[in-house]
């Protein structure tokens, strides 16, 4: 192992100093590869607005939800993290398990975008919104307990629950109770973050796993609701 990384490393050594063509080569690489990510982030909000029209009638007018459409608010999440979700449903990392009821009825919508430029513009859109949520909390539960059991998430989702990109971890403050109750339910039956490709979800599932009941599970969405 270690052979080989200083093979390597002596190889890449050696492109340096005989080849400088292949150096700069390697440099326009890591150059693309940087304005990629540069685009990836730079939606244009405006587009994204006009193909929201056919978003609205679940996530509301400003992205704020709806309980009994069963759509979570998603007014000023993380574009990135939107980003990710829009592309995961399209090509049926979330949103294609036959017990995915909810998941199922957004996938089609995410289909309606026609490619990643379509889909960075709807996030950039998304999160320009102001955060809001359209339902009061709705999940009863011991708060005291749920902080003692969001000791763990706060490692990625932040001790304020405004989520870190670094880690990949989306903001959970503007989520309405009951989705937080029904992700971590989705994520624990493996409805969510057992498909291949869902790297992230993969990562938060044996977290959904730290929380042994249903009862856990509605103490820390309890917690949560009362994050700022
Ligand atoms: C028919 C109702 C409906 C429409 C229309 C709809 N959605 Fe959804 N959306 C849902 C539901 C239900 C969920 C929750 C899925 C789940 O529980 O996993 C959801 C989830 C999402 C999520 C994931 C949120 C998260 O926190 O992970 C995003 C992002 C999203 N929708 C964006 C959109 C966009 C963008 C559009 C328009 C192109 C749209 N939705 C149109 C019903 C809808
Ligand atoms: C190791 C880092 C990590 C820890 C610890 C962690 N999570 Fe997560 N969580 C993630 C990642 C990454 C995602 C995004 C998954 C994806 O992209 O689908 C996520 C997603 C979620 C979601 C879905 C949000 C949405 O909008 O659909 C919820 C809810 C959630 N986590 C709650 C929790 C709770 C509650 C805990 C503690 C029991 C926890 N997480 C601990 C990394 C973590």
């Known amino acids: 192992m270690i052979n080989s990384i200083l093979r390597m490393s002596r190889l890449s050594y050696s492109i340096k100093v005989t080849n400088s063509k292949k150096v700069f080569l390697i440099g326009v690489i890591l150059l693309c590869t940087g304005l990629d990510i540069g685009l990836y982030a730079a939606g244009d909000a405006a587009k994204g607005k006009a193909a929201y ?44 398990n036959s017990k995915d009821t909810f998941g199922m009825q957004m996938r089609p919508m995410a289909l309606t975008l026609s490619d990643d430029q379509a889909i960075s513009d709807m996030s950039a859109y998304i999160s320009s919104m102001p955060a809001t949520k359209s339902s009061k909390n709705t999940v009863m539960g011991d708060v005291s307990a749920g902080k003692a059991s969001y000791m763990i998430c ?6 304020k629950g405004g989520g870190n990109r670094a880690l990949n971890a989306p ?5 309405q109770d009951w989705y937080i109750v029904r992700q971590i339910k989705n994520f624990k039956s493996g409805i969510r973050g057992t498909k291949s490709g869902d790297i992230y979800g993969m990562q938060m599932r044996p977290m959904a796993m ?9 103490n820390v969405a309890a917690y949560i609701a009362t994050l700022k």
Request: net charge positive.
């Open 210 to 218: 730290t929380l042994s009941s249903d009862e856990a599970i509605k």
């Open 171 to 175: 903001k959970l403050t503007g989520l």
């Open 53 to 96: 029209a056919v978003c609205t009638a679940c996530h509301g007018a400003n992205g704020a939800g709806n309980k009994t459409l069963n759509a979570p608010s998603i007014a000023g999440q993380e574009s990135w993290y939107v980003e990710r979700q829009l592309k995961n449903f399209k090509a049926g990392i979330r949103g294609a």
């Open 154 to 159: 706060q490692t990625c989702h932040g001790a």
